[in-house]
């Protein structure tokens, strides 16, 4: 029986209450002028570079502003089909297949490989797009601690045998920065029977002698069958993608609902990203540049004695533990013209509130001096 009409006002009034009283209440706030971005996912500063928005515009201009229908109906354009090569070219693998989002790229393999019958192992701290992912295929996910490959092989080894299995795990984890160990997950996954799943969101286009990320062309198909990557962080655009064997691949075409049924990615976007890969072949010295900003960051924030965690990622995550906390840090930051994201539960565990500083190729000395200088005045100040 539905709800009496009254109740769904009622629902959402006491669970908005309810996170309010929690500290938790998220709000949006529009990026204003003369801010300095600490708090996106622009690795490599290529969303406003000038030849991606000109790139964008030329394949509006060549293929519509949009594409007008699903991949599988009239949608699937030549410059489509031309990104998906180049992709499965930096990441060598045979083939590669655009989703809309890293969010629907998640759950449409995830719920087209699992059901009911499948078993799960994922890494406790992966994105939340793979552990819906599993929930909507009926799977149930065993979680293993993170990074623990020991935890890993123990769950693995004493689930049943006569089933398929399945390991998850981020790359690059998004609130801590650090790298899952790839070399070891395939491994024990190996050991095991099980394939093995890896989103690497946030190494792709930072991570790899060529971009490639943390697994690209070093750990091959056979070794990472399934491989996750986005466009909308280190490339700048939108969308991602999967890539692995042509079995695979055709495979998501006919069984991935989040890919069959949406339609097919602005032809602009996928014109930008083209333009976007190319920067990333012919422009190394981006990548240099990026590492050079996290070492000098990391080494300055240790002799100020702030605490970051241990990440050689552009994600350098300060834990303060506290919600309230994190919220007023974040609020100074803003008045000082800083823009820091404030993470809080349910993104993180309870008690490991965080600023999630994210770094990029195009911050300057004078800026990192400004974000390390404020940090330390409001460590000093007791800002709790």
């Known amino acids: 029986m ?38 996106g996912n622009d690795y490599l500063g290529l969303a406003s570079d000038p030849r991606l928005a000109e790139a964008q515009a030329a394949g509006a201009r060549e293929f519509g502003a949009g594409a007008g229908a699903s991949h599988l109906v009239s949608g699937h354009l030549e410059v489509h089909e031309a990104l998906e090569r180049r992709l499965a070219e930096l990441v060598g693998r045979p083939r590669a297949l655009l989703f809309s989002t890293g969010y629907m790229a998640n759950l ?19 994105h939340a797009s793979l552990l819906d992912g599993a929930g909507l295929a009926g799977a149930r996910s065993k979680r293993f ?60 286009g930072v991570l790899g002698a060529h971009g490639d990320g943390c697994v690209g062309r070093a750990h091959g198909v056979d070794r990472v069958p399934i491989l996750v990557g986005t ?13 692995g064997s042509e079995a695979l691949i055709e495979y998501l075409i006919q069984f991935a609902r989040p890919y069959v049924y949406t339609t097919a990615q602005p032809p602009g976007v996928a014109a930008a990203t083209l333009a976007a890969l190319d920067v990333l072949a012919t422009e190394p010295e981006r990548r240099g540049r990026l590492r050079d900003t996290i070492t000098y960051f990391r080494h300055e924030a240790s002799l100020l004695n702030l605490p970051l965690a241990d990440s050689f990622t552009p994600i350098q995550p300060l834990v303060l533990g506290e919600s309230q906390g994190v919220m007023r840090w974040a609020v100074r930051l803003r008045e000082a013209g800083l823009l820091v994201g404030a993470i809080r539960p349910p993104t993180v565990p309870r008690g490991e509130a965080r600023l999630r500083i994210t770094l990029r190729a195009t911050h300057g000395r004078e800026d990192l001096d400004r974000l390390l200088e404020t940090l330390a005045g409001l460590q000093r100040e007791g800002v709790l």
């Open 2 to 39: 539905s709800p009496p009409p009254h109740a769904w006002p009622e629902r959402l009034s006491e669970a908005a209450a309810w996170r309010r009283a929690q500290g938790l209440w998220r709000e949006r706030h529009t990026r204003q002028a003369g801010l300095i971005d600490f708090a």
């Open 108 to 126: 449409g393999t995830l719920q087209a490989l699992c059901d009911n019958d499948t078993q799960v192992f994922q890494d406790r701290l992966n």
């Open 145 to 204: 601690h993170h990074r623990d490959l020991d935890d890993l092989d123990r769950l693995l080894a004493r689930s049943p045998t006569d089933s398929a299995r399945l390991v998850v795990s981020d790359g690059v984890f998004s609130m801590d920065g650090d790298v899952a160990n790839i070399g070891g997950l395939a491994e024990v996954s190996a050991r095991h029977a099980a394939w093995l799943m890896i989103d690497d969101a946030h190494g792709l």
């Open 231 to 243: 466009l909308g962080k280190a490339l700048g655009t939108g969308g991602a993608f999967v890539a």
